[in-house]
Nanobody, 123 residues
Framework: QLQLVESGGGLVQPGGSLRLSCAAS????????IGWFRQAPGKEREQVSC????????QYADSVKGRFTISRDNAKNMVFLQMNSLKPEDTAVYYC????????????????WGQGTQVTVSS
């Protein structure tokens, strides 16, 4: 089974950057679309980005568009989320998970949610 582990979170000042990593084990993630989600205290989990199996197609929530970049390196069995110009409202636990892919659109996530990685943006 595909297992995903998030890392790279931390405390950063507004305007700063972090790169989150999603490392796969168990099998290759090369055939999987992968999404990044986040959940802030008191709020529902929301999707921030997704990427198809090849990396040719990427999607972003409006709230992060232009600031976040999703990428993947299938040879390394990893997916990344580069987060720039971070804002306090980006504070959340970030998760990666496999998702269905409908042509050019990410679909429902499937599998188990991991521990996530905490991102805190504060001065």
């Amino acid at each position: 089974q595909l297992q995903l582990v998030e890392s790279g979170g931390g405390l950063v000042q507004p305007g700063g950057s972090l790169r989150l990593s999603c490392a796969a084990s168990g099998r290759s993630l090369a055939n999987n679309a992968i999404g990044w989600f986040r959940q802030a205290p008191g709020k529902e989990r929301e999707q921030v980005s997704c990427i198809n199996h090849s990396g040719a197609y990427k999607q972003y929530a409006d709230s992060v568009k232009g600031r976040f970049t999703i990428s993947r390196d299938n040879a390394k069995n990893m997916v990344f989320l580069q987060m720039n110009s971070l804002k306090p409202e980006d504070t959340a636990v970030y998760y990666c998970i496999s998702q269905d892919w409908y042509g050019s659109t990410c679909g429902p996530p499937f599998g188990y949610w991991g521990q996530g990685t905490q991102v805190t943006v504060s001065s």
